[in-house]
């Protein structure tokens, strides 16, 4: 009797707790942002105002599934877009089994060539799944019909030969507010963007390589001038990220800083 109880409880604990997971996920007219607690690496996960969803890199291994499943409902099996912003692997890695998990409306890549292994098995799964490939064109938005745009920023012309600087950046439009999503272009990548005079302006920046000290230039960040800076960085990573440089020219700015090293997933609401 009492263990039957005992699975009636679990069994109305877990109803609970699932219907509580499916609440949580229905849009509520917002734009909401999740910065992944990924370690060293970069997933950044986008809920469209209608639930649109959009997945920016996967990190250096499956954590950015776990954020996923987190924040969509347990029945929801679809990922609108994904965006690669280049195919280092901790940028990545956890690409190749989402595309296995999730159907996946469209892709976009940033059309450099690489050899990388995760990379070709991610090209080899695109194939085999039929799923649509957008390069990035700084010339063409993607626009989604609930208000959301994604303002594609870079490459602009021929493709750096560098894989950091061939990033895709993108600025993210909804309502007044704004975010740059600067993947891991270096000073080079930056003052190309500069000369481009893309209106870049954003009112959150996700800082660029982890906060390394070969970004985030000072004329970069003045054209951003934004109110918050975001670093996706792993706790006490080896490459000494985010640079001590690069978090005083911050401060310096009076720019407010988030770091998934000291708090881990970072949430942002905009509206």
């Known amino acids: 009797m009492g263990s039957r109880l005992s699975f009636g409880f679990l069994g109305f604990l877990g109803l609970l707790i699932l219907t509580y997971q499916e609440i949580r996920t229905w849009p509520d007219g917002s734009l909401h942002t999740y910065v992944l607690d990924v370690g060293q690496g970069d997933s950044?996960?986008?809920?469209?105002?209608?639930?649109?969803?959009?997945?920016?890199?996967?990190?250096?291994?499956?954590?950015?599934?776990?954020?996923?499943?987190?924040?969509?409902?347990?029945?929801?099996?679809?990922?609108?877009?994904?965006?690669?912003?280049?195919?280092?692997?901790?940028?990545?890695?956890?690409?190749?089994?989402?595309?296995?998990?999730?159907r996946i409306g469209a892709i976009l890549l940033s059309g450099i060539d690489t050899q990388q292994p995760q990379y070709q098995k991610l090209l080899t799964l695109i194939a085999e799944k039929n799923v649509p490939v957008l390069i990035a064109d700084s010339g063409k938005d993607?626009?989604?019909?609930?208000?959301?745009?994604?303002?594609?920023?870079?490459?602009?012309?021929?493709?750096?030969?560098?894989?950091?600087?061939?990033?895709?950046?993108i600025r993210v439009l909804y309502k007044e507010a704004s975010m740059l999503l600067a993947g891991d272009i270096e000073e080079k990548a930056e003052a190309g963007i500069l000369k481009t005079g893309a209106d870049i302006r954003?009112?959150?920046?996700?800082?660029?390589?982890?906060?390394?000290?070969?970004?985030?230039?000072?004329g970069f960040l003045l054209a951003v001038d934004p109110d918050l800076a975001v670093i996706s960085a792993g706790k006490e990573n080896q490459f000494g990220h985010p640079h001590w440089g690069v978090l005083n020219r911050l401060r310096d700015a009076g720019i407010a800083i988030r770091r998934t090293d000291q708090e881990g997933e970072i949430s942002l609401i905009l509206e």
């Open 202 to 218: 954003s009112s959150i920046l996700k800082v660029a390589h982890h906060g390394s000290k070969t970004s985030t230039s000072t």
């Open 44 to 102: 950044i996960f986008l809920i469209s105002p209608s639930g649109k969803q959009i997945l920016m890199d996967g990190g250096p291994d499956f954590s950015a599934l776990q954020g996923i499943a987190e924040h969509m409902s347990f029945f929801d099996r679809t990922i609108d877009l994904l965006v690669l912003s280049h195919s280092d692997l901790d940028h990545i890695a956890a690409f190749p089994e989402i595309m296995e998990r999730y």
């Open 142 to 169: 993607i626009v989604f019909d609930d208000g959301l745009t994604l303002d594609v920023i870079w490459p602009s012309g021929v493709l750096p030969k560098k894989t950091n600087d061939a990033s895709i950046v």
